[in-house]
């Protein structure tokens, strides 16, 4: 019998630690619940990091001193971008394109350059600062491919990759499902951050199909996480912008990939905030390769924020010689935005930061009430955008308030782009086609004077 007793012991000792392990891991997403218990107010984020490019970026992250770091997506550029030519037998770009700019790569040639990045000096001491949460998902290139979607087909692959750069537990669910969403929750009872990772590529149907972008089991996943326990704060983590839809005012000319290119899922992804009644939520992004601030007043019964931090070491200013820095600049305020926040938090009139950049969040728990200040930083660490927020805002009806809300500023962030009048919507196009009009007409003008001083010329030549 004694015998019997002791293994009885030893069983009763040995699924303790088993379960003991499981409550460790989270379930496959978390550390250990004693840090997730501790209370976050700092926390940093990024997207669109190169793996060949200088990264000075990481040393401001570090000064910063995050208690969470989210990746959000192009966290290595994995797709291969062909140079572009107009003319020859290969056109990769221009009217007459007849092969794709970007082409996927192996699974070898991607799990190196994830290894370039995890083994950056920099990244590296904020990987190993243990109080530092580092999580992420993924946008285009680092699922493979540019603009891909569901259609990929090595999505599966690639999200093994992914995990193992982010070093998810073997046993993580994340490594089970279809998609890469998961939440965390940080922060004791009262103070809770939540975090929603969410997955903008595995499922998405093509862009301008108006299809779906998270996939019926993903929105059936999201609408439980909204639903489930509140949280004082709730962070969404797109991939791409929820709230701007620049496309709807650059094109014809180019587009960018955006939730406002799938109006029907925004609009969904809106009524799921506003019939969760969840308080506290706005969205963070990247992709575009620069930094912005956006808001919406006219859904949900508060403001919903959208602060886009692009990129770590791309950037559109980097794209162009620093002399012209000032056309991008001009060009980022004359393209009319209805969502933008402007304010004198911004370094630059069109309140957008087009040199690399992270996000900041800084939470004042103590504040009476509680104080959120969210900032787009540069390489040096100093804010080049930003926004301070109370948790009050954050609360249903609270874009009805008078003390939130100027006269008018309420329409302001309520008109969609694509409401925008079309001589305003177009602005942007009719200014590109007025100035190339403009110079074509001066080289017809140069050409005909240089043909007349030609002719001139030669006739005072036969007159000697």
């Known amino acids: 019998m004694d015998g019997v007793k002791r293994w009885r012991w030893w069983a009763v000792f040995i699924l303790g630690a088993l379960i003991g392990s499981q409550f460790a891991c989270g379930g496959g997403n978390d550390s250990t619940k004693a840090n997730h218990e501790a209370l976050v107010s700092r926390i940093a984020f990024g997207s669109c990091a190169n793996q060949t490019a200088p990264q000075p970026i990481w040393d401001a992250i570090i000064k910063f001193d995050p208690q ?63 109080n530092t949460k580092i999580i992420g998902t993924w946008d285009d290139h680092d699922y493979g491919l540019n603009d891909a979607g569901k259609e990929f087909p090595a999505k599966v692959s690639n999200q093994r990759l992914l995990l193992d750069f982010l070093d998810e537990p073997l046993d993580s669910p994340r490594r089970m499902q279809a998609g890469i969403y998961t939440s965390y929750t940080f922060g004791p009872v009262g103070r809770q951050i939540k975090i929603i990772l969410l997955d903008t590529r595995y499922h998405r149907d093509p862009l301008s199909s108006d299809g779906t972008i998270l996939g019926s089991t993903q929105w059936t996943w999201l609408e439980k996480e909204l639903n489930g326990p509140s949280s004082a704060i709730t962070i969404i983590v797109s991939s791409i912008q929820v709230i701007s839809n620049l496309s709807a005012t650059t094109g014809p000319l180019f587009y960018m990939e955006s939730w406002g290119r799938f109006p029907k899922e925004r609009d969904r992804l809106f009524q799921l905030i506003a019939d969760s009644k969840r308080n506290g939520v706005f969205f963070i992004s990247g992709d575009v390769h620069f930094g912005e601030i956006t808001r919406y007043d006219c859904d949900v019964g508060y403001a919903l924020y959208d602060i886009t931090s692009s990129g770590l070491t791309q950037a559109v200013e980097k794209a162009v010689p620093a002399p012209f820095h000032f056309v991008v600049r001009f060009l980022a305020w004359w393209t009319p935005s209805t969502m933008r926040v402007i304010g004198k938090n911004c370094r630059h009139r069109s309140c957008t930061y087009g040199q690399p950049n992270f996000g900041a969040i800084e939470i004042d728990w103590d504040a009476t009430p509680v104080a959120l200040k969210i900032e787009v930083r540069d390489t040096d660490g100093i804010p080049a955008i930003g926004v301070n927020i109370s948790l009050s805002e954050l609360q249903a009806q609270s874009v009805n308030s008078a003390a939130t809300l100027r006269v008018g500023e309420h329409q302001k962030h309520c008109s969609l782009e694509v409401d925008l009048p079309w001589i305003v919507r177009y602005r942007l196009t009719i200014l590109f086609y007025f100035s190339v009009a403009v110079l074509l007409f001066a080289l017809v003008g140069l050409n005909f004077a240089a043909a007349v001083v030609f002719r001139l010329f030669l006739r005072k030549c036969k007159l000697d």
């Open 68 to 130: 969470v770091f989210i990746w959000m997506g192009d966290n290595i550029y994995g797709d291969i971008k062909r140079p572009s030519k107009m003319f020859g037998k290969e056109r990769t770009t221009g009217p007459w394109k007849n092969v794709p700019r970007f082409v996927p790569t192996s699974q070898d040639e991607m799990n190196f350059k994830y290894h370039i990045i995890k083994n950056h000096p920099a990244y590296s001491r904020l990987r190993h600062n243990l």
